[in-house]
C-alpha cells in the first residue's frame, strides 16, 4: 500500500473517532476515487498516481466553484472550497510562481518549442513534476504566454 493511501485509511479512522463528519466525508470521497481507478486500471496506484487522482479532484471542485458562483449558488461554492481544503492536505507543497516559471522556461529551453506548435512538447515535460502542486490551467496559460501565442 502507498505511503500516501496508508496517511489516508489512518486520517479517515481518526476522523471517524474524533466525529469530525465534513472531513470524514471527503476522505471517504477521495479513498473511494482511488479505489476506483485501482478497480479500473487493475492495479495498486503508487504516490503520485494518487496525487494525480486528488490533483483531477481538485481540478473539479474547481470547476464546480465557478460554475456555482456563476449561478449565485455561494452555498454550493463555499462546500466545494471546503472539500478542496481538505484534499490540499494530501497533496504536495504548491509550487511558487517563479518556481512555475523556472521550469517552463528550462520545458523551453531543452525542448526548443517555439510558438503554438511547441506547447504541446513543453506541457508534456513539465506535466509530471508539477503534477498536484500547481493549477493546470493556470501553468497552461502561462506556457502559452511565454511562448508568446
Excluded: F, H
Amino acid at each position: 500500500m502507498s505511503e500516501l493511501k496508508a496517511r489516508l485509511l489512518s486520517d479517515m479512522k481518526s476522523a471517524m473517532k474524533a466525529g469530525e463528519k465534513e472531513r470524514l466525508g471527503v476522505i471517504r470521497l477521495m479513498m473511494a476515487a482511488v479505489k476506483q481507478r485501482e478497480v479500473d486500471d487493475r492495479v495498486e496506484l503508487s504516490d503520485e498516481e494518487v496525487v494525480g487522482v486528488l490533483d483531477r479532484m481538485v481540478k473539479q471542485r474547481r470547476e464546480s466553484i465557478a460554475q456555482y458562483d456563476a449561478a449565485g449558488r455561494i452555498d454550493l461554492s463555499e462546500v466545494e472550497k471546503a472539500e478542496i481544503d481538505v484534499i490540499q492536505t494530501y497533496l504536495p507543497q504548491p509550487l511558487t510562481v517563479s518556481e512555475v516559471d523556472d521550469l517552463i522556461n528550462s520545458a523551453i529551453a531543452n525542448t526548443g518549442a517555439s510558438g503554438i506548435s511547441g506547447m504541446g512538447r513543453v506541457m508534456a515535460v513539465i506535466k509530471a513534476p508539477m503534477q498536484g502542486r500547481a493549477d493546470m490551467t493556470v501553468v497552461s496559460a502561462r506556457v502559452k504566454s511565454l511562448l508568446g501565442v
